[in-house]
């Protein structure tokens, strides 16, 4: 294994510090030491003001070892000359005699003041700043793992970077674990310099008076002078590493600029320096402090105000102009036009009265409510929903909506703000008054009323909602009515992924083997299609793999996959404990329906005349009109081999009536109101 000169650096380093502190060092070697250790600190300073994240100073604690051993070292060092020869160095005696002013008293204020700030503000704050913030580092650990897996899960980001993320929250709980018992060393430091201190002055004053030849006062004044000196050589170096750590342990933001963000931060708000500098010139005119200085320092600060509002006003223009610009040379680009093919599955475009309601600001929650929709449809039907595109759109009138699937409208809307609409249930006469209007989701009658109506028209027995609510509404039946047509191949890759992390044996036995990946889709498209939920994706997918083997045209999977939710499609329509109002379908009809199916390479079809196809859906729609005006579901029965082109034949009239085979009823009673005959 190679050695780095990096290495033998440090290894150097360390060797030095076990060194000195077994044999003596000359005074200029000591000086050279002593300058050393004050650059290293000083680098430490600024290394932690511009590193954009802690991460990036990740050997700190082995740092804060290192250096803390190397000052302690040289601390004794400095003892062994100021004890020995009286005479420490340059350095320590600069310290001494400039910084301490040459005098006792002096000198050692100075000292326990720098202490002081040392001991009980920075390395104090520190360390608590440091425990609490390994305390919440490990804390949120699990939540971070799982918020990984589940992006993870979802495709939203790949294995390597869910690695990288991992070994990222890894390194930083170690960090900070470590940082909470790294910065013991610098107050374990503060500690000793102080210890080293007092054994300086009571050491120097017995020698100097035993073997100096100096009286009580001499000895004090050169010891003393010269062991402060060496305490505050010391000191400063190890008070910038403590506030090295201050600043690595509480950096809130990552950005490297460390100066402009503060200045930016103290100084960015007009109205806080207007109001700064009112305060200093009121002082400095009514009260006796220095007039001029106050006053010159309270127009500072408004001047300073008012420039930076200038420079924020300059600053909004410039990005105006700028976005204006990168949006004017983004349309002069060639390669522009493939952005325009891009087509949002679902999109909500609304007229300009209808911002309030999208506009959180104002109070609006549309947009909260999307959410919402999202969630219910992915739990009812078991499949996410794509996202919902919300824009404005002044072509529109100001109250008006419409909903698009694939850029293609596919239903519209109008509300009057500040209104409710009002639907009768269906057996109340009573006249309300209000708008007259129609509900968009289902086509219903409605009225729209005032805020001051809606307690007394609730009271009637009225169903009253707010345009918010209607929007919502209308959109959810939407997305119900084109769930099928928005699953993709992509979406049906995302549930074959998390069914294989439970079952690996089912999925690797369906696909690609038996059924492609399209092929699983149609089938889940046919679900969809007729409101079955595909949440139990393990039994349709164990269905597929039993059936598949003896065919893969897709509508007879189908067919097999719903008798086996039938207790899904059971709880769906017929209600426990109920007799269920259906229609039967003429034995007659199917006969004819079954004799008329045809097979080609695709699969099976169904081939009958158009007036005879027109009088079935004219007798279906009879009898299920019976069922509609009792305010029921329209339910026709039928025999397994004939529902799935029943329903084909039907769906082109009228949707909304639901065919069920015998297969997929279980354990509930019916009762037969009419019979499909024609």
């Known amino acids: 294994m190679k050695i780095g000169k990096a290495d033998v650096g440090v290894a150097l380093y360390l060797i030095c510090a076990f060194v000195f502190l077994i044999i003596p060092l000359k005074s200029f070697v000591l000086d050279i030491c002593l300058a050393l250790n004050m650059a290293v600190a000083f680098t430490i300073l600024f290394n932690s003001m511009f590193a954009k994240e802690v991460l990036d100073m990740s050997f700190y604690p082995t740092m804060l070892l290192f250096t803390t051993l190397f000052r302690i070292s040289l601390n004794v060092s400095s003892t062994r000359l100021i004890l020995s020869t009286g005479s420490p160095g340059n350095v320590v005696e600069t310290f ?13 204020i100075v000292f326990i003041i720098l202490l002081i700030v040392q001991f009980m503000v920075i390395n104090k704050g520190s360390e608590r700043v440091a425990e609490v913030t390994a305390r919440f580092t490990l804390d949120a650990m699990p939540g971070k793992q799982m918020a990984i897996d589940a992006d993870l899960n979802t495709g939203a980001i790949t294995d390597e970077e869910a690695k990288r993320r991992r070994d990222k929250i890894q390194e930083e709980s170690s960090f900070f674990g470590s ?10 430091d503060a500690t000793a310099g102080l210890i080293i201190t007092a054994v300086n002055i009571v050491g120097g004053i017995i020698m100097g008076m035993t073997r100096g030849g100096l009286d009580f006062q001499e000895a004090l004044q050169k010891y003393a002078i010269l062991t402060i000196g060496d305490g505050l050589v010391s000191q400063i170096p190890s008070l910038a590493i403590s506030l090295a750590t201050g600043i690595l342990v509480t950096k809130g933001g990552k950005e490297a600029d ?8 103290l100084f960015g708000l007009p109205r806080a320096l207007y109001m700064t500098g009112g305060i200093l010139t009121f002082l400095g005119i009514f009260t006796p402090l220095n007039l001029l200085l106050f006053v010159s320092f309270g127009a500072v600060f408004i001047v300073c105000g008012r420039m930076m509002a200038n420079t924020l006003e300059e600053a909004k223009v410039e990005a105006a102009v700028d976005e204006t610009e990168a949006a004017a040379e983004e349309i002069r680009k060639p390669e522009n036009v493939v952005s325009l093919l891009q087509v949002d599955p679902i999109e909500l475009e609304f007229g300009y009265g209808i911002i309030p309601l999208a506009d959180v600001n104002q109070g609006g929650d549309l947009l909260d409510r999307v959410v919402m929709i999202r969630r219910q449809v992915a739990l009812e039907m078991g499949t996410v929903v794509p996202i919902i595109r919300l824009r404005d759109n002044i072509q529109l009138n100001p109250n008006q909506y419409i909903i698009k699937i694939k850029g293609i409208q596919v239903s519209e809307g109008e509300i009057l703000f500040d209104h409710y609409m009002a639907m009768n249930p269906g057996y109340l006469d009573d006249d309300i008054g209000g708008i007259d209007t129609v509900e968009p989701s289902f086509g219903l009658p409605a009225k729209w009323i005032t805020e ?3 307690e007394m028209v609730e009271s009637k027995g009225w169903t009253v909602v707010d345009p918010p609510s209607i929007i919502a509404t209308h959109l959810t039946e ?3 009515q084109h769930i099928a047509e928005l699953l993709t191949r992509q979406d049906v890759q995302n549930l074959v992924n998390n069914i294989k992390e439970t079952n690996p044996s089912l999925v690797d036995e369906l696909t690609p083997k038996l059924l492609g990946l399209g092929e699983i889709q149609k089938v889940l498209q046919n679900l969809l299609r007729e409101g079955i939920s595909i949440r139990d994706l393990l039994t349709i997918f164990e269905t597929l793999a039993d059936r598949a083997v003896m065919t893969r045209d897709t509508d007879v999977l189908t067919e097999y996959v719903r008798q086996s939710l039938k207790r899904a499609i059971t709880a769906k329509y017929f209600p426990a404990g109920e007799v269920t109002q259906v229609i039967t379908l003429d034995p007659r009809i199917e006969q004819e329906i079954m004799a008329n199916v045809k097979q080609n390479e695709q699969g099976a079809y169904l081939v009958l005349d158009p007036e005879r196809i027109r009088a079935i859906q004219d007798a279906a729609d009879r009898e299920a009109n019976k069922l509609i005006d009792l305010g029921k579901t329209p339910i026709i029965i039928t025999s397994p081999i004939v529902r799935m082109y029943f329903k084909s034949l039907i769906e082109g009239k009228n949707k909304d009536i639901v065919v069920v085979s015998y297969s997929e009823v279980d354990g509930v009673e019916l009762q037969s109101v009419g019979v499909v005959t024609a």
């Open 258 to 265: 460390f100066g402009n963000v503060i200045v930016k931060q």
């Open 478 to 480: 939407i997305i119900r």
């Open 452 to 454: 001051s109506q809606r």
């Open 179 to 188: 940082m909470d018992g790294a910065v013991k060393y610098v107050k374990g």
């Open 96 to 108: 001494g005699s400039f910084v301490g002013g040459g005098d006792l008293v002096m000198g050692t």
